[in-house]
Structures are given as structure tokens and as C-alpha cells.
């Protein structure tokens, strides 16, 4: 009993918490860059992808209830968006600045930035609660469950994801604190272990409590929970550089300014995100009925599962290039971008033409009706052609997010959806009726693509200049960097 308290004490000394902080720097500036980022990308694409499938798991147990159940979990993808749009914002933005701070080896600021953005995201979690059910009934019309049927179970699974949103925002900072510090691996065990436990008592609950879509809410309200309480037992237990500690919290504005402002990219993007898919299901709707109201809600989640993979690569790229550019090890930054695109490139490649051939597969395993199965077969099979071209549109506006530029950062995070998803939901389907809904996401990727390309060439460019600086004042960056700081 002595000796585990004397060893716990141990992992909490500074002299421990040094330790791994100096071990960490080294291995994140010296590691080869493929080896390093497909270390933190795998584990970290594994726990997006973990996180796509308990979604779908949701989706696909419901489907058996009804195509109103089915409809009603699509509509609330919405709702999801928003409380994710809370919790990146916090989370992406703590992580980008803890990886720049770790770079420059100062971990007292990390844990002043990981503590503000923690208690931060209880209290909005807190006030998405209160007032999401408080205004549940108008808030669960205008996200698309318009049918009575469709509203009733929304009214059902909306109450317990409403709930859930403190522990799932506070939940978003941990996983994307250890995924900056490099810990990728115990950010990937707290997601799984939730996915888990919610795809175990979906079939428990739905069907043998005979709970239905309540079910399901109830599900994943405790995954949540569970989830949460995995990935604090990692801080909590001294395996992680950065500590969350209630004295760290600061009473500074400027902290927690300069945290929304740097995760505000990721805002952007999930509350269009939230906006597509409210725009996209009374398109649908209006030109497909519920049927087409499910069957492009399973395509969404299909594509939320494709999103994951791209996103889950880039998110062990992003603390490589914010240990590297703070280093001033620009030659890695350089590398890391270059393989990161084209790993990522290549994984999305492959699943693109694997989800085109088992299309139909994919949608009659959701008890769809026969119609809005061909529905979402051709939609899945449109958006598989410009699946390829994802990793450029974000990889850019990561990295712009990571090194600091929030304008550029903000401006392509809202591109893919703000600039030509919502003009595509809005336009298309009234000139092309039912086809221009299945269509629009294809088309908003490729012109996010292509809006894309000049700024990752600027990025490069700036690189360049980073370069002829560092060497015109005769300084070489990690060696020296590391050198002072030991």
C-alpha cells in the first residue's frame, strides 16, 4: 500500500512530469515522419472511424423499429453537430495550443490552457442542456422532424443527447489534449471503450428492454458517460505530460479568447455542418418524402464515417506540425504535410471504391423500403467519386488553424459546406428536383477541392521564407531549441 502511494507520488513529481515532457519533445522533433504520423494517425483514424460506426450502429438498430425511428436519429445529426461544434471548438482549439507550447517546452502554460478549456466546455455543455430542453419542441421542427411520427421519436432521443452534452464537450477537450501531446493511443482506448458499450446495449435495450428509440437514446447517454470517465482516469493517473488541475483554471479573458479564436475554424465547420444536414432533410423532404428524409440521413452518416478517416489522419498530423513549426524544424513540417496528403489520399481512395462497389449492400442492411434504397445507393455512389479529394480541403485549413493564421484557417473551414455545400442544397434541388439533392455533396467537395489548391501552395511558399530567415540568422532550429531547453 506504501510503496504503490510512494510510486503514484512519483508519476506526479515534476521531476516525473519533466521527464516525460523532455522524452515526449524529442521523440515528436526526432522521430522519421512516416513512421511518426502514421503511429499517431492510426490509432487516432481508428478512434474517428470507432466513433462513425456507433452512429451507424444507432442508425441501423433504429431502422428495425421504423422509417419514422430511422428519420428521427438522421434529423437529430443536426443537434449532434451543434454540441460537437462547442466541444471541437474547444477541444481543437486547446490542442493546437498545446502543441505549440509543448514545442517551445512550456508545459505550465499547456496545463493552464487544457484546465481553462476543461472547465470552459462543462459550463457550455451545461447551457446547451438547459436551454436545448427548455425549447425542445421548436428547436426539434426546425431541425426537420415535421411529421408526427418522426417528431415523437426525436422528442425521445433528442431529451437524453441533450443531457449528455456536458460530459461530451468536456470529453472533446481530453481527446484532443492527448492527441496534441501525442498520446494518441489513450485518446483512441477512451473512444473505443464507449463505442463498445453503446453498440452492446443498443440490441439490449431497443429490443430486449423493449425501450425502441428511447433505447438507443439511453445507449448512448451512458457510452458517453463511460467514455468520459476512461479519459480522465488517463489524466487523473499521471500518464499524460499536460495535468488538469483546478488551480491551472485561469481567470484571464485573453486564455480563453485566444482558445475560441483558434478553435473558431472548427466551430465554423461543425455549425455548418449542422446547417447541411438541416438544409438537406427538408430538401429531401420536400422532393423524396420520409423515405428520402432516411435514406439520405444513412448516406450522411456513410460519409461521416469516410470524413472520420480523413480527419483522424489529419489529427495525427497536427501535433506533429505543432511541436516541428514552433521547433523551427520547417524541413519536418514540409515532410509531414506532404505524407500526410498522400497517405491520406490513398487510404480515401481505396475505401471510395470499396463503398461504390457494396453500395446496395450498404443500404438494404438498414431495412430501408425499396425506394429509398436506390435513393441512397446513387447518392452514396456520387459522393464515393469525390471522396479522394477531402484530405486537400482539410489538410489545408488544419494547418492553417495549427500554425496560427485564423483568418485563412476560418475562411477554408467554412468553404466546403458554407460556400458550395448550402448554395448546392439550396439550388440544385430545384432545378434538378430529387437528383440535385443527391448530388450536392459530390459537388461541394470538388469545388472545395479546387479552392483548396492555392492556399496549400501559399502555405509552401511561406515555408520557404520561414527557411531563409531561420538560416539568415544562423539558427537551426530543434537542435538548438532543444539544447537551451534541457
Known amino acids: 500500500m506504501a510503496e504503490s502511494i510512494k510510486e503514484k507520488r512519483g508519476l506526479h513529481s515534476e521531476e516525473a512530469i519533466a521527464e516525460r515532457e523532455r522524452k ?37 438498430f433504429v431502422s428495425s423499429v421504423s422509417e419514422a425511428a430511422t428519420a428521427a436519429v438522421n434529423n437529430l445529426l443536426a443537434l449532434m453537430s451543434i454540441i460537437q461544434a462547442i466541444g471541437f471548438t474547444y477541444g481543437m ?10 514545442g517551445k517546452r512550456d508545459r505550465e502554460g499547456a496545463d493552464r490552457v487544457a484546465s481553462s478549456s476543461f472547465f470552459i466546455a462543462a459550463v457550455s455543455g451545461v447551457l446547451i442542456a438547459v436551454f436545448g430542453l427548455m425549447f ?21 432521443y433528442g431529451y437524453f443527447i441533450l443531457l449528455a452534452a456536458p460530459i461530451m464537450c468536456m470529453s472533446f477537450v481530453m481527446n484532443n489534449v492527448l492527441r496534441a501531446e501525442g498520446k494518441a493511443v489513450l485518446s483512441m482506448i477512451g473512444l473505443i471503450v464507449g463505442a463498445v458499450i453503446n453498440v452492446v446495449l443498443d440490441p439490449i435495450l431497443i429490443f ?93 452518416k456513410m460519409f461521416m464515417l469516410a470524413f472520420s478517416i480523413s480527419l483522424g489522419v489529419g489529427q495525427g498530423y497536427q501535433p506533429v506540425l505543432g511541436y516541428n513549426y514552433n521547433a523551427k524544424r520547417f524541413d519536418r513540417v514540409r515532410s509531414a504535410y506532404l505524407f500526410t496528403l498522400t497517405f491520406s489520399t490513398l487510404v480515401m481512395i481505396g475505401f471510395a471504391v470499396i463503398c461504390a462497389i457494396i453500395a446496395p449492400n450498404i443500404m438494404a442492411a438498414f431495412s430501408l423500403s425499396e425506394a429509398a434504397t ?5 447518392t452514396l455512389r456520387l ?25 485563412i484557417a476560418s475562411l477554408l473551414s467554412i468553404s466546403r459546406q458554407g460556400l458550395f455545400y448550402i448554395p448546392a442544397v439550396l439550388i440544385l434541388p430545384n432545378l434538378m428536383g430529387i437528383f440535385g439533392v443527391e448530388c450536392c ?27 531563409k530567415r531561420l538560416e539568415d540568422s544562423c539558427i537551426y532550429g530543434v537542435d538548438v531549441v532543444y539544447k537551451e531547453n534541457i
Open 24 to 60: 515526449q519533445f524529442v521523440k515528436m522533433t526526432k522521430t522519421p515522419i512516416s513512421r511518426l504520423i502514421i503511429g499517431l494517425g492510426i490509432p487516432t483514424t481508428l478512434s474517428m472511424m470507432v466513433t462513425s460506426l456507433y452512429n451507424l450502429a444507432d442508425t441501423y
Open 93 to 102: 482549439g486547446s490542442g493546437s495550443i498545446v502543441s505549440k507550447l509543448l
Open 136 to 156: 425542445l419542441t421548436p428547436l426539434l421542427r426546425l431541425l426537420g422532424s415535421i411529421e408526427e411520427e418522426v417528431f415523437l421519436c426525436s422528442q425521445k
Open 208 to 300: 430486449g428492454a423493449g425501450m425502441g428509440v428511447t433505447g438507443a437514446a439511453v445507449a448512448t447517454f451512458v457510452s458517453q458517460i463511460l467514455s468520459f470517465l476512461v479519459l480522465l482516469t488517463m489524466f487523473l493517473s499521471g500518464r499524460t505530460v499536460v495535468r488538469l488541475r483546478f488551480r491551472a483554471i485561469s481567470l484571464r479573458l485573453t486564455v480563453y479568447g485566444d482558445v475560441i479564436a483558434t478553435g473558431f475554424p472548427s466551430f465554423c465547420r461543425q455549425i455548418l455542418a449542422s446547417l447541411c444536414t438541416v438544409f438537406l432533410s427538408r430538401a429531401a423532404y420536400t422532393h423524396g418524402g420520409q423515405a428520402a428524409q432516411a435514406a439520405l440521413g444513412v448516406v450522411q
Open 374 to 378: 436506390e435513393m441512397g445507393t446513387l
Open 383 to 407: 459522393q464515393c467519386i469525390c471522396m479522394p479529394l477531402l484530405p486537400t480541403n482539410f489538410m489545408a485549413g488544419l494547418t492553417y488553424q495549427v500554425v496560427g493564421n485564423k483568418a
Open 441 to 467: 455533396q459530390a459537388v461541394s467537395d470538388l469545388f472545395a477541392f479546387v479552392f483548396s489548391i492555392p492556399f496549400t501552395f501559399a502555405f509552401f511558399r511561406t515555408l520557404r521564407k520561414e527557411e
